[in-house]
């Protein structure tokens, strides 16, 4: 599997072309939903460890449903050193079958499930994780990025 075509909405207001992110590692997390607890510490952990990211020449990317307004508040109450982009129509969470049917309040609901994707220079899928448990995960991340 390779880097998916795609164009995204992103924070900073700069849409990213994901072909174009070849010629450089990229990490591409999703989460369920801006302001939750767990996608909150999820994307604590990949900021406090962005600049580790960016010294192993890879960039960090963190995708989910959201609105863009809605990423921009939550990049600015995190101080998020990485942009967020928004998969409203879920191009992307369908290139990369994140989207699963989900047990939330005795309910099945279609949401995303907390998955990363760890995407090579040349644009092929090095790792994924899927089921992702937020708790020591931006490290395991970072170091197999390091293994590249």
């Given at each position: 599997m390779n880097l998916p075509e795609l164009t995204l909405p992103a924070?900073?207001?700069?849409?990213?072309?994901?072909g174009a992110l070849k010629g450089g590692k990229a990490v591409i997390?999703?989460?369920?939903?801006?302001?939750?607890?767990?996608?909150?510490n999820e994307t604590?952990?990949?900021g406090a460890l962005h600049a580790e990211f960016a010294a192993a020449g890879c960039?960090?990317?963190?995708v989910s449903r959201d609105s863009l307004k809605s990423h921009?508040?939550?990049?600015a109450k995190l101080e998020l050193p990485f942009e967020l982009l928004s998969d409203a129509d879920e191009a992307l969470c369908n290139a990369l079958g994140v989207i699963?049917?989900?047990?939330?309040?005795?309910?099945?609901?279609?949401?995303i499930e907390r998955s990363t994707f760890v995407f090579a220079a040349d644009g092929s899928?090095?790792?994924?994780?899927?089921?992702?448990?937020?708790?020591?995960?931006?490290?395991?991340?970072?170091?197999?990025?390091r293994s590249l």
């Open positions: 924070t900073g207001g700069n849409p990213v072309a994901l997390y999703f989460y369920p939903k801006d302001n939750t607890p767990g996608c909150t604590k952990d990949f960039q960090v990317f963190g921009e508040n939550f990049k699963k049917m989900k047990n939330m309040y005795g309910k099945q609901v279609r949401g899928l090095a790792r994924e994780w899927r089921g992702v448990k937020v708790p020591g995960h931006a490290a395991e991340v970072l170091e197999f990025v």
